[in-house]
């Protein structure tokens, strides 16, 4: 899933909510995993190895997930974003659901996770069904991939991007100040949730011009917007990205972190 903050609650924007299923081969293609630390670190507290990727697009962080190996379960609303992680990652269990109507058995995974996703879940609902889901102790844990505003031509992206490519979540600022408790559950029912533990993890994507404007477009902000104002927005990236040296020429590694919210169901 993604990305920009709206002004209200994420789950009351269904065009931004629903907005990837038309770009869901496109997302596949473009879209960073994670930092395999960061997957690592969210699960070293885990109870076990039962682990629900939670809203998991096309699979980002599911093959991540895969490949520490342990044993994943992903859920996913979208049919299109379900069917491209079905595509890609076949022996994985994949169903269809949401975070407010999760398709298992109480006490059935260890560890729920949820790549650039968190945001999108009504947690007044989501918040009981997760703890549901969850075995005692059981870890919560959102990941958000986000821009290294720390380096400089990436801060100048991010203004060159405006408000609808980049948000104030996707960038290492932003996500810093923002996420912090920001996305948890305030009461999982008769469960409870510990204390939020936030962390980051280098992380990089090999990109070309081309290829990072491309993954830009796959944002919910640029895919809810009219033709002639998407262009012009995608545009104005390209712009900026040909005119930098660190991007004017050929591949380079996009500066990127990682960043995770934790939480423990007590």
Sequence with gaps: ????????????????????GPAAFAYAAHRPDYARAAARWALESAPGPRVLDLGAGTGKLTATLVALGVEVVAVEPDPAMLTELRRSLP????????AEAIPLPDA???AVLAGNALH????????PEIARVLA?????????????????WIAGLARAGGGAAIGPRDTFTGWR????????????????FGSAEQR???????????SLVATLATRAGILVMPERERNAALSGIRAYLEKEPETARGEFTL??????????RL
């Design 1 to 20: 899933m993604d990305d920009r903050t709206p002004s209200v609650a994420p789950h009351q924007h269904p065009d931004l909510r629903l907005s990837f």
């Design 91 to 98: 022996a994985v269990r994949a169903l269809q659901g949401s």
């Design 108 to 110: 059935s995974v260890d």
């Design 120 to 127: 999108w879940f009504d947690m007044a609902v989501a918040g």
């Design 136 to 152: 005692p102790n059981g870890v919560l844990a959102g990941l958000w991939n986000v821009l290294d505003d720390r380096v400089e």
């Design 177 to 192: 100040a923002e996420t912090a408790r920001a996305h948890l559950p305030k009461d999982g029912g008769a469960a409870r």
């Design 200 to 210: 980051h993890f280098p992380h990089g994507q090999l990109r070309t011009a081309d």
């Design 255 to 264: 500066p990127m972190l990682t960043g995770v919210l934790r939480v423990r």
